[in-house]
């Protein structure tokens, strides 16, 4: 069975500082990873996907992640926040091997952005 | 391009009725997968439709059952709500089973009372 855990269901940044969002998996086959934003009353928006090939990911509005296998870790950052980051962001695992369609979620982080 | 649609986009149950939810995949895209996201925590994934056979499920009861039509949309359908079914339920969409990423619509709240 495949998951993810994201520490700190909440994160507070002020604009212009760092963002880093927190994502440790489990897999026991080579994993597939995703961040997804979601702001409110909307679906989720990929920002970035993992899949085996550099693990230096880079995504939409300005973030990257990178996958580290000897920590199970794909942790989002973004080097200067921006009011138009608060959102709450969702860490995801699939199985290369099934689908890259079927996700497992983690439980989110929400990032405030303090002016 | 018209990207994932979902309809309506809040309802208002009460325990025991049925509802039915409604998809439409972004253009170009032929799998559909239904995520069930109660408040507060991650998506959950309910099944894919793909070529209108459900070809996956997650660890979901019967009574949430599901249909995918020839054009590629999809409908969801929960009998017997219960209040714990009250939840954002996301449509996702992909080209083919094994696809990603996924784009997600904007999703149908579900209130049961």
């Known amino acids: 069975a495949q998951s993810v855990t994201q520490l700190g269901s909440h994160v507070s940044v002020s604009e212009g500082a760092l963002v880093l969002l927190r994502c440790n998996y489990s897999?026991?086959?080579?994993?597939?990873l995703f961040w997804y934003v979601q702001y409110p009353n909307q679906g989720l928006q990929l920002l970035l996907k993992?899949?085996?090939?550099?693990?230096l990911v880079k995504g939409i509005n300005g973030f990257e992640a990178e996958f580290k296998k000897s920590e199970t870790s794909f942790h989002l950052t973004k080097p200067s926040a921006h009011m138009s980051d608060a959102a709450e962001y969702f860490c995801?695992?699939?199985?290369?091997?099934?689908?890259?369609?079927?996700?497992?979620f983690g439980e989110g982080t929400q990032l405030t952005v303090n002016p | 391009d018209a990207g994932v649609t979902q309809s309506p986009t809040h309802l208002i149950k009460t325990r025991g009725q049925q509802v039915t939810l409604r998809c439409s995949p972004k253009?170009?895209?032929?799998?559909v997968s239904w995520y069930q996201q109660a408040l507060g925590q991650g998506p959950q994934f309910i099944f894919q439709?793909?070529?209108?056979?459900?070809?996956q499920r997650g660890n979901f009861p019967d009574r949430f059952s599901g249909h995918q039509f020839p054009n590629y949309s999809s409908e969801l359908n929960v009998n017997a709500l219960l209040l714990g079914d009250s939840a954002l339920y996301l449509c996702?969409?992909?080209?083919?089973?094994?696809?990603?990423?996924?784009?997600f619509g904007n999703g149908t709240r579900l209130t049961v009372t």
């Open positions: 996702a969409s992909s080209w083919g089973v094994a696809s990603s990423p996924l784009h």
């Open positions: 897999s026991s086959v080579p994993p597939y």
């Open positions: 993992y899949t085996s090939a550099a693990t």
């Open positions: 995801a695992v699939s199985d290369q091997e099934t689908s890259g369609s079927r996700l497992t």
């Open positions: 253009s170009g895209h032929d799998t």
């Open positions: 439709y793909y070529e209108e056979e459900e070809r």
